[in-house]
T-cell receptor
């Protein structure tokens, strides 16, 4: 049962353009969502997060949008840079009960930004 | 954010043996976790390492196979016992602090290959 899904295994974008990575979830108890970036041979690096009380959070070139009714979130990177090429993981967490603090990850999307 | 160091970074082991992975955080943290990333897969939570008490395991993971210790607020170990080729994975330690919505930060992982 895949509770967090990233349906695009890969995405290719030209440098300077917008990258949009998508993520869907099924568990309505999730209320905190995160994006991580992972380079080969390194651990995931936290990028940006959003709580369920918001629909948008922005940090520099990175913006995360949350659509709770559709159980969908997206990460926008503008402008995209070659150094952004990595695997991007969407993750979700529930605040209460046995889900507290635990992350459920999507399968990841490989982003390639071409110069 | 906390800096997390894992040792060893990689190892090649014989089937039937056990390996202990160490995770050191540079500051006291509330929660520590262990994840597994099998080849071509996403990250899956193995267990929450509880300070001073037994770890809390996720469905499909058992203490006999993955014993975990957490003697204090900055250190944890994961042992992979009686290894088989199916245990070949990347094992990642993570930590988060505080209450409420906080991101987890990850070590660089231990790449384990079983012959």
């Amino acid at each position: 049962d895949q509770q967090v899904k990233q349906n695009s295994p890969s995405l290719s974008v030209q440098e300077g353009r917008i990258s949009i990575l998508n993520c869907d979830y099924t568990n309505s108890m999730f209320d905190y969502f995160l994006w991580y970036k992972k380079y080969p041979a390194e651990g995931p690096t936290f990028l940006i997060s959003i709580s369920s009380i918001k629909d948008k959070n922005e940090d520099g070139r990175f913006t995360v949008f949350l659509n709770k009714s559709a159980k969908h979130l997206s990460l926008h990177i503008v402008p995209s840079q070659p150094g952004d090429s990595a695997v991007y993981f969407c993750a979700a967490s529930g605040l209460g009960g046995t889900s507290y603090g635990k992350l459920t990850f999507g399968q990841g999307t490989i982003l390639t930004v071409h110069p | 954010s906390a800096v997390i160091s894992q040792k060893p970074s990689r190892d090649i082991c014989q089937r039937g043996t056990s390996l202990t992975i160490q995770c050191q955080v540079d500051s006291q943290v509330t929660m520590m976790f262990w994840y597994r990333q099998q080849p071509g897969q996403s990250l899956t939570l193995i267990a929450t390492a509880n300070q001073g008490s037994e770890a809390t395991y996720e469905s499909g993971f058992v203490i006999d196979k993955f014993p975990i210790s957490r003697p204090n607020l900055t250190f944890s170990t994961l042992t992979v016992s009686n290894m088989s080729p199916e245990d070949s994975s990347i094992y990642l330690c993570s930590a988060r602090d505080g209450t409420g919505n906080q991101p987890q930060h990850f070590g660089d992982g231990t790449r384990l290959s079983i012959l």
